[in-house]
């Protein structure tokens, strides 16, 4: 089968009988339907639809070399510069209708399991079935369009800290046996993003060291999400609400948040990409290039989010009459270089992008990782500009059902701004105040700051990345020794 549709997105979603766990109940009905999961999925519904519209297609897909048949253009495996320029058109496409809120639509995976399938030789090292069982996944995902989460990392009190301060073994996953049909696994992952909207779940979580041959506690696999024993557990939902016109980020983008539990799950071994073996586990994700293949498709996102923020802020400027003030344009021009600057890494990173030894062409990383390291910066500085120039219009905002009562009369007179009526003005400020100021808005900044792991991966990652800079140094060098 092909790219799904928006209707088949929602249709696979609601048929899945996965365990998922929401204020305290079990949900029993179609989760297409339950409020902190409607508007999201009917966003990325409309997601899937852009893919095959007639107009859209030809730029959202490619033909599969199975069957010739149209897949996602995030699925991609870039040989050429030309390759790259296509996918980055694809997933800007899709950020843009998104605007950048989601910070795990679909081709972030897809472009995961793109980087993943294309190194999977390298798990030969380990086992020959490993390689095809990714290689497998990879073309699985591709051919039937699926939606996949991901959770890397574990609960505080399954990791090395916990251990080095009290001795105990930490209550790490495990694989707790291994039968003729796969591996046995039990244990909690702290994050999937997307758990409960998405149908398959990626874990791969960093390994504990351990005494034994087999580390139980190294692997990497894929299941669908309602595999007996699986538990998806919800954070409070951040929808405010379903109104778009209240709520136009969260009714929209919330992107739930899942801490996902395994208990004795049975997961075939055709599903196993890696076991009992840590350094491999590390080894792949490096040399598999996938933070370079999600990077260029963060950057994507990155830059529609940044566009969006600042023609959030160009219209506040305007409709305040701020726009002569030296203090407001100085903050306005730091979001434009800002955004002018993850533009440029993005072009650099695709002219300076050279083939690499699983012959896909990659982007070049230095930028990718510049603006890794950037972005978690950036977009708190611009949430708080928004907060400085929106001020006290980010929280005197009526709602929608205000605007059909008795004080309509007064709103209208007295919140109207420059050139706008008071509905389309308090429009733009409740977007302001959800977009910086909302638990919604408080949950994006946080995203931002550590999805591609805490300051000090990211940083690491730029460090290591940069052989230049021991070039560098040697010009410092001979330059000391000059007479
Ligand atoms: C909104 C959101 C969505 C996410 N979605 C996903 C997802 O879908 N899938 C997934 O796998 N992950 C997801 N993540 C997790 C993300 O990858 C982690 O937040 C990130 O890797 C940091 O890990 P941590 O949160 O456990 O922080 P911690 O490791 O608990 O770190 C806390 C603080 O301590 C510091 N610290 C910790 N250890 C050290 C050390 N050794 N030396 C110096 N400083 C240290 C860190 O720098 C940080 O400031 C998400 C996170 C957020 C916030």
Redesign the pocket.
Known sequence: MPIKNGLQYVERLDSSKACIWIRGERLTGPVSQHPAFAGLISTQAALYDLQGREETISRMTYASPATGAPVGMSFLQPRTKADLERRRQMMGMWAEAHHGFL??APDYMNTGMMAFGSAADLLSDLHPSYADNMRNYYEYCREQDITL?????VP?AA?L?TLMKTFEEPDAPRVVDKTKDGLIVSGA??????GVTAEEILIFPPALPSIHEDNPHAFAFAIPNDLPGVQFICRESLAAGSSKYDYPLSSRFEEM?TLVVLDHVLVPHERVFLYGDEHMAARFIEESHFHTHAGHQVLCKNIAKTEFLLGTLESIVQVLGLGTYPQVIEKIAEVIAGLETLKALLIASEANAKPDRWGLMLPDTKPLYTASFLFPKLYPRMIEIVQLLGASGLVMLPGELDFQSGAAAGIERYLRGIDMDAKAKVGLFRLAWEMSSSAFGG?QC??E?????????VSSRLYNGCADKKDYAEQVKRFLQED
Do not use: E, N
């Not at 989460?149 to 990392?153: E, G, L, M, R, T």
């Open positions: 910070g795990r989460s991901h959770a890397f990392i505080h990791r800290s992952f702290l994050l999937a993003t997307q948040d949950r946080l995203y700051r550590f999805f591609f792991g805490d300051a000090v991966k």
